[in-house]
């Protein structure tokens, strides 16, 4: 009798650990894909800002890129998240992001280029930060691999964004 209850209790205590494991799989993922689609989406909305309000051509440039880079890069993490029951994209740019907006709205002409170059140095070093720590850290084979490809490209999203900024005179 003693023996059967050691054999269910380790038996249960296995399955446990096993759920547990997979309970912070799926944070360790949903965290991420929550927080790089907001960023993503954060990315559109200051884009299409930049795109009505900036001055300069370059600024322009950028923002549809930014535009089409990242609409891309978040469909990509939606089919990821769409394969696992658990994992979905956030709905809505992060507070953080949405105050940057707000700030970028009440800017207008070379002063709203500039802002926008500034926000966009702050915001992929901010979105790079969470790429290289998931692929360090992360747990999700798939999202590890989607990050590690995508890097590159928010590397060179980072780069053009610190040469407006400083065409545009920032001090960052």
Do not use: C
Request: charge should be negative; proline fraction near 1%; aromatic fraction near 6%.
């Amino acid at each position: 009798m003693i023996r059967a209850n050691k054999t269910l209790w380790s038996g249960t205590t296995a399955l446990l650990f096993g759920v547990a494991a997979n309970l912070a799989l799926a944070a360790d993922g949903e965290n991420f894909v929550d927080e790089a689609s907001a960023k993503g989406m954060a990315e559109i909305e200051t884009a299409r800002m930049a795109l009505d309000k900036g001055t300069s051509e370059d600024v322009k440039s950028f923002a549809q890129k930014m535009i089409d880079d990242h609409t891309k890069s978040n469909q990509k993490l939606a089919e990821l998240a769409g394969q696992h029951e658990d994992l979905e994209i956030s709905d809505e740019a992060t507070l953080m992001d949405k105050a940057k907006a707000m700030i970028l709205k009440l800017r207008d002409g070379e002063n709203f280029d500039q802002a926008y170059a500034n926000n966009q140095v702050v915001a992929h070093e901010q979105t790079i930060e969470l790429y290289r720590e998931y692929v360090e850290d992360g747990e999700n084979a798939q999202l590890k691999q989607f990050a590690e490809s995508t890097l590159p490209e928010l590397e060179e999203h980072l780069k053009h964004a610190q040469e407006l900024a400083s065409k545009h005179g920032s001090k960052q």
